[in-house]
């Protein structure tokens, strides 16, 4: 199994940027993919951005060009590169990995980091 812990997170002004960090344990190998989700209270969670063996880079419409989805495998170590934010950022954003193989993955969350953009 995988252990994931998300880091970066904070309050920031409309148009500030934040670098997010997840640092992973565990059964690294095994990982099929990672990613992003956020979640505001009283909506549901919603995917970001993710990276997958099969697909190097994508974001959800929402953020494109503004958010960019990177990772240091040496490190075990994903990123969210976060500009221009907007209040409706606003959020605990979630690490999450996939592990195994494409048609059948077992899903680990993080314990998430809270994005206040507010000036």
């Known amino acids: 199994q995988v252990q994931l812990v998300e880091s970066g997170g904070g309050l920031v002004e409309p148009g500030g940027s934040l670098r997010l960090s997840c640092v992973a344990s565990?059964?690294?190998?095994?990982?099929?993919?990672m990613g992003w989700f956020r979640q505001t209270p009283g909506k549901q969670r919603e995917f970001v951005a993710r990276?997958?063996?099969?697909?190097?880079?994508t974001v959800v419409d929402s953020v494109k060009g503004r958010f960019s989805i990177s990772r240091d495998n040496a490190k075990n170590t994903l990123f969210l590169d976060m500009r221009n934010l907007k209040p409706e950022d606003t959020g605990v954003y979630y690490c999450?990995?996939?592990?195994?193989?494409?048609?059948?993955?077992?899903?680990?969350w993080g314990q998430g980091t809270q994005v206040t953009v507010s000036s």
């Open positions: 565990g059964t690294t190998y095994a990982i099929y993919g």
């Open positions: 990276i997958t063996r099969d697909d190097p880079n």
């Open positions: 999450v990995s996939w592990v195994g193989v494409s048609s059948n993955t077992d899903t680990y």
